[in-house]
């Protein structure tokens, strides 16, 4: 499969990179590659040579780049109306929030912008919950989170991480928060006290590596939750909206979380639009004024969020994910003691960890780039796969093939 379409550009990948190096923050450390044009599962960089992507934005390009459903529907609303603030009514405002409530069984949403804004939004929820409803103590709340997390990036949500490079050098941070081992049940109900109001966790951890609980500690979470009045608030940012193979990875055990907190896919890779979902007894708490966004729930997010919520109600999407990700892990195992030494995976999204005798996770995505195709690397041997969910097997095998030309 070539990977050349032409050149589209007379601007080259050095050039392009040494002016982003020089005129920017080095908060990412990118590969070099400088992107141009993207469809479907393939990406087109200034100088014409074709990339399939394996990342997809971190779950943010779930549907793929441009797809025709989405970019008809934000070009629809760019000639309407694109924002008027929380401070008015908008048109599409309550079929989106009727629309993604029903997709999560849910009464309420609180519509936000990226990611970490939803985190804060559970945060500052489930603090007012456990004040005005639990009757926990003024400002004694405490959320319990689980070791290797990653929530975002604000001050408060990198105050209960434990990765040093999120943590390190911003401090002092915020209080009210308890880490337990991420999948140790027993640690998790140690650390309930009185005061608790919330367990914030990732169904998979994304950043970690896709880092899969054991069978059954979910539910497990849930029972407990439910037993000693706990909120639980399941952060399904990356793994949500049809990635795992269901429309969230709670789903897989049948667990129902008080709060829903959504970002990257709700977007459809086009606009920023995150969500927390709940019930009228919990996101019922919050008054005018005690919380907001200028841009949350604008209409061209809703516009846009609502075909994605659309799109997801068919099932198609779970399906591919379901369906592509037996093909994806089949293809990874075959490559467990030829260059990669396990392998995680839960419909359409996997992580691998490099033999280190090969090099670093990084490497191996500087030589998967050379061959056309993109993905990331996380925590020094790991890579990460999440291609679109609109890939074909054909571009998936062929992927997957230049893994195994990498590593062997």
């Known amino acids: 499969m070539s990977i050349i379409t032409g050149t589209t550009s007379t601007t080259s990948t050095p050039s392009e990179v040494e002016r982003a190096e020089a005129r920017t923050a080095h908060n990412y450390h990118p590969l070099p590659v400088v992107l141009a044009h993207g469809e479907g599962a393939w990406m087109t960089d200034v100088e014409g040579r074709r990339y399939l992507d394996l990342l997809a934005g971190y779950s943010a390009l779930n549907f793929g780049h441009s797809h025709p459903r989405l970019v008809a529907a934000a070009h629809s609303q760019l000639d309407k109306l694109t924002l008027t603030s929380r401070a008015f009514i ?114 998979i951890q994304g950043e970690g590596g896709v880092i899969i609980p054991p069978e059954g500690y979910l539910r497990a979470v849930r029972e407990v939750c439910t037993r000693e009045d706990v909120l639980l608030a399941a952060d399904e940012i990356q793994a949500g909206l049809g990635r795992t193979g269901r429309t969230f990875a709670c789903d897989h055990e049948g667990v129902v979380p008080d709060l829903y907190v959504l970002g990257k896919a709700l977007g459809g890779g086009i606009i920023p639009v995150s969500a927390v979902v709940g019930n009228r007894d919990v996101l019922g708490v919050l008054k005018p004024g005690q919380h907001g966004s200028t841009f949350g729930g604008n209409p061209l997010a809703c516009a846009v969020g609502h075909e994605v919520v659309d799109m997801l109600a068919t099932g198609e999407f779970q399906a591919r994910a379901t369906d592509l990700g037996l093909v994806l892990r089949e293809r990874l195992d075959a490559l467990v003691g030829h260059g990669l030494i396990a392998v995680r995976s839960r419909g359409l999204w996997a992580g691998v960890d490099i033999d280190p ?42 992927g997957i093939d230049q893994l195994a030309a990498v590593l062997g």
């Open 357 to 398: 005798t090969l090099g670093t996770g990084r490497q191996i995505c500087e030589r998967l780039m050379e061959r056309g195709v993109l993905a990331k690397d996380t925590h020094g041997s790991t890579v990460r796969f999440a291609p679109p969910l609109v890939i074909t097997d054909e571009d998936l095998h062929w």
């Open 90 to 203: 908008h048109d599409a405002f309550a079929d989106f929030c009727a629309a993604l409530g029903d997709l999560c069984g849910k009464e309420l949403v609180l519509p936000m912008n990226t990611g970490a804004e939803a985190v804060e939004t559970a945060i500052k929820v489930s603090r007012k919950w456990g004040y005005d409803v639990k009757g926990v103590p003024a400002d004694q709340a405490r959320i319990i989170v689980a070791g290797g997390n990653f929530h975002g990036r604000t001050t408060t949500i990198v105050g209960f991480s434990d990765d040093p490079d999120a943590r390190d050098g911003f401090g002092p941070f915020t209080p009210g928060f308890d880490m337990v081992p991420y999948g140790d049940l027993a640690a998790l109900e140690a650390a309930i006290t009185p005061h608790t109001v919330a367990v914030l966790i990732e169904p």
